[in-house]
């Protein structure tokens, strides 16, 4: 009889990253979205036309950032070489240095684009693997300029127009508001759910970017010099949005059961969002059924119920069984299916 939203993982973005609590079909799992604008250091290009616009990233973690430099703006050069990993043989006085990741560590990328002049670095990611696409914070501990990394499609598209000749200005400043549509986080755990094959998860997904977040100046061993207030990312910052539409809910609904609850979420959920890429669409195995949509989950028509009785049949085709094999025959003569595909559940699987 309680509602349970879970965090579905944050082992993405690689498929069958889903697991145990949040694999199971009493409870409701939880993926995470980037919202539709954060705030953040930004790659701004002004030119050429063609490929102007703001792009996402992430500011490394060297003790030289954007908020002590202020935006810095000029011509984006790509380093000779494009690695960085030795002397560079331009020289990028006055110019915002371009380098894709790999073969060495940040610090030398970026101590390599200090020695050569820049005022800051630019990397992007390689693509060499599925968790080497979007941006991370570089280390670059004893460095001093600033820099930031963005994903393999945009690093991609700036070094074409690089090897072409053209001029890239850009400017980087310490926090733009950078405007997307919804999409996949990352590090969000994809299914398809292995523990239950039947049973696709996550079952919804909500924001889990960028979330302001309560913290703490203290630790176990007393005071710290941590922060009141955050910005996190993670399904346990999506799942607590689901959490407090599951607590109004229960105000209007309080005789629903915690399955009735689930199912009006996902039955009135948001379709069309996006893979992380930014160009693919999300499918159910990303983001189950969709962006929940506070404001509808109140209507949703028709409920799918399920409760002990069914999940304890279910048990019986599924791993281990929560009853005695004797309970097991029972439950199947009182019509109560073992096969997950027949569970009551607002989506359907049908792993074989």
Known sequence: GIWVAT??????????TVGTPSGVPWITSVGALNDDAVFAPALVLTAPGSIEGMYESLEGGGPVTFDDTGAITGNLVAAEPLLGCEPLSN???????????????????????????????????????????????????????PGIMIDFFDGSTIAMRLDDGEAVEVAIGPEFQISFEN???????????????????????????EILAAGSPFTADGPDDGELFLNLQGTSMSSPHVAGVFALLHQVHHDWSPAMARSALMTTARNGLLETDGASEADPFDVGAGLVQPNKVFFPGIVYDAGALDYFAFSCGNNTPF???????????????????????????VSE
């Open 7 to 16: 965090s579905n993982g944050n082992d993405g973005p690689g498929d069958a």
């Open 91 to 145: 020289d990028l006085t006055g110019q915002i240095a371009f380098m894709v990741r790999g073969e060495c560590a940040f610090v030398d990328k970026y101590n390599n684009a200090a020695a050569a002049g820049a005022s800051a670095l630019v990397v992007y990611n390689d693509g060499t693997a599925p968790d080497r696409i979007e941006p991370l914070v570089m280390a670059a501990d004893d460095t001093t300029i």
């Open 183 to 209: 999409r996949t986080a990352d590090f969000s755990s994809r299914g398809p759910n292995l523990g239950a094959p039947d049973i696709i998860k996550p079952d919804i997904t909500a924001p889990g970017v």
């Open 323 to 349: 009853v005695e094999p004797e309970v097991c025959d029972f439950l199947v003569e009182q019509g109560f299916p073992t096969d997950g595909s027949q569970l009551n559940y607002p989506s359907i699987g």
